[in-house]
């Protein structure tokens, strides 16, 4: 992880997750998990409903 990088807790970011967490604990890049949320469609989960109709 980049030392420069600025840290947020992970919990911002639980809206995104279908199964939501609290880990206060766990930092994560700002910057990163940012651009990451920016490149998804509106209405995204993860894991994605759609792979669990697979096979």
Request: aromatic share 14%; proline share 9%; no cysteine.
């Amino acid at each position: 992880m980049n030392p420069d990088a600025y840290q947020v807790i992970s919990d911002l970011y639980n809206r995104w997750f279908a199964v939501q967490t609290s880990n206060p604990e766990l930092l994560v890049d700002y910057v990163v998990w940012n651009q990451i949320v920016s490149a998804l469609p509106k209405d995204y989960v993860l894991p994605d409903p759609l792979i669990y109709n697979i096979g």
